[in-house]
T-cell receptor, first 113, second 114 residues
Framework: AQSVTQLGSHVSVSEGALVLLRCNYS??????LFWYVQYPNQGLQLLLK??????LVKGINGFEAEFKKSETSFHLTKPSAHMSDAAEYFC???????????FGAGTTVTVRA | SAVISQKPSRDICQRGTSLTIQCQVD?????MFWYRQQPGQSLTLIAT?????????ESGFVIDKFPISRPNLTFSTLTVSNMSPEDSSIYLC???????????FGSGTRLTVV
């Protein structure tokens, strides 16, 4: 199974500032990678995913992530934070031929006015 | 992607009792997954439920504590049995999307055991 590491359990940004959430995976075989967002008292919503092809993936709400095989990373970014981005963000990985998602520990994002 | 209806959305239960959580999917799916999210923690897979066979449980989870039913391709239930305060968590069901490896999650059941 994949191991997923999210650096930073809590990130605080100012409204309008860059949001950068870090995710690294452990595998010599590139997995399928996902970012999910969880708003308070809600389930998980898929932000974006990487399976194959273009390494820069664009998702919903202005988020994007870049798959870097050499760094085994899949960091999530958003150029300009909005108050509505305050939530918990989870990176997840899935190895081909497997069906179990492995989740990182999550990063809580707070946005300062 | 599939739409999942999960209920109840929340409940407060007495210790020693059981709660059954339901997940209804708007399309037929082969596998359904049940997760637990303890307060302030990430998601932990409890079990995988396939229609017509017994659920497959992950290490640390047993059928007597978390019995699962999967009577058809659109529905599953998870029961949390003989509850204790340590079972207070969010429980989520999930299904795998077809072809694109997108997983959809229910809105979760927030369980508090008192």
């Amino acid at each position: 199974a994949q191991s997923v590491t999210q650096l930073g359990s809590h990130v605080s940004v100012s409204e309008g500032a860059l949001v950068l959430l870090r995710c690294n995976y452990s595998s010599s075989v590139p997995p399928y990678l996902f970012w999910y967002v969880q708003y308070p008292n809600q389930g998980l919503q898929l932000l974006l995913k990487y399976t194959t092809g273009a390494t820069l993936v664009k998702g919903i709400n202005g988020f994007e992530a870049e798959f870097k095989k050499s760094e085994t990373s899949f960091h999530l970014t958003k150029p300009s934070a909005h108050m509505s981005d305050a939530a918990e963000y989870f990176c997840a990985a899935l190895t081909a031929n497997d069906y179990k998602l492995s989740f990182g520990a999550g990063t809580t994002v707070t946005v300062r006015a | 992607s599939a739409v999942i209806s999960q209920k109840p959305s929340r409940d407060i239960c007495q210790r020693g009792t059981s709660l059954t959580i339901q997940c209804q999917v708007d399309s037929q799916v082969t596998m359904m997954f049940w997760y637990r999210q303890q307060p302030g923690q990430s998601l932990t897979l409890i079990a995988t439920a396939n229609q017509g066979s017994e659920a497959t449980y992950e290490s640390g989870f047993v059928i007597d504590k978390f019995p699962i039913s999967r009577p058809n391709l659109t529905f599953s239930t998870l029961t949390v049995s003989n509850m204790s305060p340590e079972d207070s968590s969010i429980y989520l069901c999930s299904v795998q999307g077809s072809g694109n490896y997108g997983y959809t999650f229910g809105s979760g059941t927030r369980l508090t055991v008192v």
